[in-house]
């Protein structure tokens, strides 16, 4: 398969996994788009492992509003500083985000200061008409109003700022001691200026981030032990070039200055491996200076490559230091703790995990469909591994009539008493119905034939290897399970 951002997106709206932009029955909105039966089960699976990695690590979850009043952007810096820097062309007036204009140019990651030097220089024009570009950037608001009542409030841009607001809870809650690691998934908004590549850049999207405070002095302790992290990662500083580093190499060479840092970053690697993303296609880049948030000492993105459009970030982590309860501080309650040794006041530190979910959802589906000529013929698969795949398994009799397809039903019904996602099909050949679930990204095509009738039992064909195993109607669930592991 020749893949394109736009036969992804086709693939994606053929096979029920994203549809839009909404509203599809009058006038759509680019940035916002509605997951299908597909789309919904596999970001809701990729939820699930980052969930269950967040939790292992010692995580709690939190869920917090939406939607908050002017004051709070105020204390966190969104509502003066949360803008995006756009070029308008001087033909045709379109308007650009300076930065992804520069990015997907000439694959530069540049601060604000040196994007409009950078255009000119290059001479980068207008991807609309290629005109020309006006010599000046302009800032673009991008926080979402939503008031409530008759009070002016905004829509949260992530969902970092609100896990921060309960801090003083949290510190009861745990009683007092450091870390406290706490994790939201949820929506955020933004008032995207141009959102194209349909999940990948929305003004609606859900966020998994974690959070962890510790007294300054922890992020060097041994509580965080980043060579529990085996496998090799890449990673790629703002000077100097790649490498694939073990966590004691990285450690050696100084690639962050925390253990409890580079722990973050070797987590969130882990956590895309775990869904199935292959290490070669994971890098860790760390911010350029200028680049940098104002909130940051350090930030390194975890970007995937994807067939498509490249490399994509999916995960930030950043650390903010004491910049997030100090600044609410000010504009709110001081939330300064006691250290019980030397009864001093301090605002505890943060590192962030902070993961896009609808990216690694895309770069899933765009890195494992393909095309592949079987027998002579053409056949369309996704191979979304098997426990991250919407779909578990389809169930079809060999042929719809007779006592086949009251057994098949049967199995069918089963698998769903199981917590197995099943779907059931008795329309056109085996071989049709075969090759409709490979494209859809079915792992597992369980096949109800007249040998059932007599020995109880039923063919398991597997998507990727095609080979197929007789397994007993009994113990088929516990098998679909195992191999979905």
């Given amino acids: 398969m020749d893949k394109t951002a736009t036969s992804v997106e086709q693939y994606m709206r053929e096979h029920g996994y994203v549809w839009g932009p909404e509203p599809e029955m009058y006038s ?97 024009r207008c991807p609309s008409c290629d005109g020309a570009f006006t010599p000046e950037l302009h800032p673009y608001h991008l926080m979402v109003r939503s008031d409530i009542g008759q009070r002016e409030s905004y829509s949260r841009p992530e969902t970092a700022t609100m896990t921060y607001l309960a801090f003083h809870r949290y510190y009861q809650f745990f009683r007092k001691r450091f870390p406290i690691q706490v994790f939201q998934i949820g929506k955020a908004f933004r008032n995207e200026l141009s959102p194209r590549q349909t999940i990948v850049r929305g003004r609606e999207f859900t966020q998994a981030e974690a959070q962890i405070f510790v007294k300054p002095e922890e992020e060097y302790a041994d509580y965080f032990d980043p060579l529990q992290f085996t496998e090799a990662a890449t990673f790629v500083p703002n000077e100097g070039d790649s490498q694939s580093l073990t966590s004691q190499q990285a450690l050696d060479h100084k690639i962050v200055s925390k253990p409890a840092y580079l722990w973050s970053l070797l987590l969130a690697h882990q956590i895309l491996r775990d869904m199935g993303i292959p290490a070669d296609r994971i890098q860790l880049r760390q911010h350029a200076r200028d680049e940098m948030a104002h909130y940051a000492l350090d930030a390194w993105d975890l970007e995937v490559y994807t067939d498509s459009l490249g490399w994509i970030e999916c995960c930030g982590i950043h650390d903010r230091t004491d910049y997030d309860l100090r600044s609410h501080s000010t504009h709110g309650k001081d939330i300064q703790v006691v250290d019980d040794q030397t009864q001093e006041a301090f605002y505890p530190h943060v590192l962030e995990i902070a993961f896009g979910v609808d990216r690694p959802v895309y770069a899933l589906i765009d890195m494992h469909l393909a095309t592949e000529t079987v027998k002579g013929e053409e056949r369309v698969v996704c191979r979304l591994p098997s426990h991250i795949a919407p779909i578990t398994c389809a169930v079809f009799p060999l042929v719809k009539k007779g006592e086949l397809p009251a057994l098949a039903r049967q199995v069918h019904q089963q698998l769903l008493a199981h917590g197995i996602v099943s779907l059931y099909d008795e329309s056109g050949s085996i071989g049709r119905r075969y090759r409709r679930v490979d494209e859809k990204g079915v792992p597992f095509a369980i096949t109800v034939d007249y040998d059932s009738l007599e020995d109880n039992t039923v063919t398991v064909r597997y998507r990727d290897s095609m080979e197929q195993d007789r397994v007993s109607i009994e113990w088929l669930a516990a098998h679909i399970q195992q191999e979905a592991a």
Avoid: M
């Fill in 28 to 124: 759509p909105t680019s940035g916002l788009y509605t997951y299908g039966p597909t789309g919904a089960g596999l970001k809701r699976n990729v939820e699930s492992v980052i969930r269950q990695a967040f939790v292992s690590a010692g995580f709690f979850e939190v869920e917090t509003p939406i939607i908050a009043p002017r004051d709070v952007w105020e204390g966190s810096g969104h509502l003066g500083g949360f803008i995006d820097w756009v070029i308008e062309c001087s033909q045709c007036q379109s308007t650009y985000r300076a930065d992804k204009l520069v990015e997907e140019k000439i694959g530069v990651h540049a601060g604000n200061e040196r994007l409009l030097d950078i255009i000119q220089e290059h001479q980068i």
